[in-house]
Nanobody, 127 residues
Framework: QVQLVESGGGLVQAGGSLRLSCAASGRTFSSYAMGWFRRPPGKEREFVAAISWSGGRTYSADSVKGRFTISRDNAKNTMYLQMNSLKPEDTAVYSC????????????????????WGQGTQVTVSS
């Protein structure tokens, strides 16, 4: 398993941008597919985006398509989530996750498929 630590959360006005980072420890980061999930206040955790081990394939939830971009830098053992045009409904605790699962990237949308999780970072979007 890998250990994951998120950073970059904060308070931003609607329409603004934030970039989240997920730093991983261990030498096998490049062998894991990665994902971002979020838990809005009072709601269940939901899928945001996923990226393949190489970064060559990505998949995002419809609610963030065109606004959020997932990427990774395997040389730095880091994954990113660039969030633009933020809306109040994007307010949530965002967590990154890793999986050695080799399923197609568009199937990596459920929490049970991921074995390693970060502690989460709060994103608050004010109206």
């Amino acid at each position: 398993q890998v250990q994951l630590v998120e950073s970059g959360g904060g308070l931003v006005q609607a329409g603004g941008s934030l970039r989240l980072s997920c730093a991983a420890s261990g030498r096998t980061f490049s062998s894991y597919a990665m994902g971002w999930f979020r838990r809005p206040p009072g709601k269940e955790r939901e899928f945001v985006a996923a990226i393949s081990w190489s970064g060559g394939r990505t998949y995002s939830a419809d609610s963030v398509k065109g606004r959020f971009t997932i990427s990774r830098d395997n040389a730095k053992n880091t994954m990113y989530l660039q969030m633009n045009s933020l809306k109040p409904e994007d307010t949530a605790v965002y967590s990154c996750a890793a999986t050695p699962n080799k399923l197609p990237i568009m199937e990596l949308t459920t929490t049970t498929l991921f074995s390693s999780w970060g502690q989460g970072t709060q994103v608050t979007v004010s109206s």
